[in-house]
């Protein structure tokens, strides 16, 4: 244990001393590594597989499903996504330096803010490899260390992925602790990284519900977290029904996994008559199950009663929890009561409305008249994320190159006293 923990705080040491020797970086440097990274990732491809293999067939004699056996593979489609990715991240502006609300103040100094690195990332995640890479481009891009600690289900993967970026960053003359992996296995070593106040500045975990639990629970460090992705849409009095009926079956159904997937969905009362049954039988087309209220169950062919357990799930597959409301307040109300602050999206032609529902809904994410697969930061324009917030404190929402930054003041004179 006390080996793990020194280990640890050497692995801490070195992040910190790197991410302070990349301050008198450039964004030139930066973004020559990271198209080497992608070099590197797609010139040695053959051997990233046969590192992926090991996992892979670990995890079959490890009797893991085919959804699982499928986030964890590396093909040759896949190392290119990687390889793009850091391009990609490489071609976005720069955050570190930028100055903003540069002003005169009445006794002649200039105030502003400047972007600056937060510093050491320990980033915690499970099962794909491809987080590896994206982490690490978009930490080095915006001028931070991270310390990547990913599942054991990936270990060999990982680990490959990581031997290349470290390769790259020391042919573009950068520090090669910028980018370091945890290579145990040790489940110890994960409750370490996010107790080291000292050398870590921010824990990122992605992940399932558990790891995240965990981590909320006991780590020192400020983390940047969802925990569940319980996202709602509300069919309006004053929906449009073509819209109505589109937005909310691609909601549910374009990815049933993902964190910004429509679980729940509301409909005005007024709205039963005539949208009720369409947008249950177009999801039960598309194989939802539907777990509908005491209100609209007797209307609704193969629906099922919703549970109170219902309204605060997070499915994750094919069910839909479903509740007519009276008014706009309850809809809101209930996804106040019930939602968890990811993502939700009103339908409605009403424009007093739609500003009510995005100034009172807590959510890190508002739509109006649109899906709530949109929440990500490709479609933001962020380029690229390296996970959701619902923190209420710093960054909300997709985390992008802006939201590993910080602002700090500066102020500019010219010999300037305070009388």
């Given at each position: 244990?006390?080996?793990l923990?020194q280990e640890?705080?050497?692995i ?5 001393s790197a ?7 450039d ?7 990271l198209?080497l990274?992608?070099?590197f990732?797609?010139r040695?491809a053959d051997?990233l597989?046969?590192a992926?293999?090991k996992?892979?067939?670990?995890a079959?004699?490890?009797g893991?499903?085919a ?16 390889a793009r990715g850091?391009?990609e991240?490489a071609?976005l ?5 930028e100055?903003?609300?540069l ?6 100094i200039?105030?502003?803010h400047?972007r600056a ?5 320990a980033?915690i995640?499970?099962?794909?490899p491809?987080?590896t890479?994206?982490?690490a481009?978009?930490c080095v891009?915006s001028?931070?260390a ?7 289900e990936?270990?060999n993967?990982?680990?490959?992925i990581?031997?290349?970026?470290r ?11 910028l980018?370091?992996?945890v290579?145990?296995a040790?489940?110890?070593a994960?409750?370490?990284?996010i ?11 992605r992940g ?6 965990r981590i909320k629970?006991?780590a020192?460090?400020p983390?940047i977290?969802h925990?569940d992705?319980n ?5 309006d009095a004053d ?9 909310v079956?691609n909601?549910k159904t ?11 969905l509301l ?10 049954l369409p947008?249950?039988?177009a ?11 005491e ?10 009663a919703?549970t ?9 597959g094919p069910i839909?929890?479903?509740k ?5 307040d309850?809809?809101i109300?209930?996804?106040n009561?019930?939602?968890?602050q990811?993502?939700?999206s ?7 409305h739609?500003?009510?529902f ?13 899906s709530?697969r949109?929440?990500d930061g490709?479609?933001?324009?962020l380029?690229?994320e390296?996970?959701?917030s619902t923190n209420?404190?710093h ?8 939201g590993?930054?910080l602002?700090?003041?500066i102020v500019?004179?010219?010999g300037?006293?305070?009388?």
């Amino acid at each position: 244990m006390m080996d793990l923990h020194q280990e640890m705080e050497k692995i801490g040491e070195r992040a910190r001393s790197a991410q302070r020797r990349l301050q008198s970086a450039d964004s030139a440097a930066k973004d020559q590594a990271l198209r080497l990274m992608a070099e590197f990732l797609r010139r040695d491809a053959d051997n990233l597989q046969r590192a992926n293999r090991k996992d892979l067939r670990s995890a079959e004699e490890a009797g893991k499903d085919a959804a699982f056996i499928d986030r964890l593979r590396l093909d040759e489609t896949r190392i290119e996504a990687m390889a793009r990715g850091l391009e990609e991240i490489a071609a976005l502006p720069d955050p570190v330096g930028e100055i903003t609300d540069l002003r005169y103040r009445p006794s002649g100094i200039q105030v502003g803010h400047m972007r600056a690195p937060l510093g050491v990332i320990a980033m915690i995640y499970e099962s794909r490899p491809n987080v590896t890479a994206d982490a690490a481009g978009l930490c080095v891009k915006s001028g931070n260390a991270v310390i990547l600690r990913g599942g054991s289900e990936s270990l060999n993967s990982n680990m490959a992925i990581a031997e290349r970026l470290r390769a790259a960053l020391g042919k573009a003359g950068l520090p090669l602790d910028l980018v370091q992996y945890v290579n145990t296995a040790d489940r110890e070593a994960v409750g370490v990284l996010i107790s080291m106040d000292a050398h870590v500045d921010v824990v990122i975990p992605r992940g399932g519900k558990g790891l995240i639990s965990r981590i909320k629970a006991d780590a020192t460090v400020p983390v940047i977290m969802h925990l569940d992705g319980n996202c709602h849409v509300y069919v309006d009095a004053d929906a449009d029904a073509r819209k109505a009926l589109k937005v909310v079956v691609n909601a549910k159904t374009q990815r049933l996994g993902t964190c910004n997937t429509a679980e729940s969905l509301l409909i005005h009362k007024d709205r039963m008559e005539d949208l009720l049954l369409p947008i249950v039988t177009a999801l039960q087309e598309k194989g939802i199950e539907v777990r509908a209220c005491e209100r609209s169950l007797p209307r609704l062919a193969g629906a099922v009663a919703a549970t109170e357990e219902d309204y605060g799930t997070e499915y994750l597959g094919p069910i839909i929890s479903l509740k007519i409301v009276d008014d706009l307040d309850a809809a809101i109300a209930h996804i106040n009561r019930y939602g968890s602050q990811h993502t939700e999206s009103i339908l409605t032609e009403n424009y007093t409305h739609a500003r009510r529902f995005l100034r009172e809904v807590d959510a890190s994410s508002l739509m109006v008249n649109a899906s709530t697969r949109f929440a990500d930061g490709f479609e933001y324009g962020l380029g690229a994320e390296i996970g959701i917030s619902t923190n209420r404190l710093h960054v909300r929402g997709p985390v992008g190159l802006e939201g590993l930054t910080l602002q700090k003041w500066i102020v500019l004179g010219d010999g300037h006293i305070r009388s």
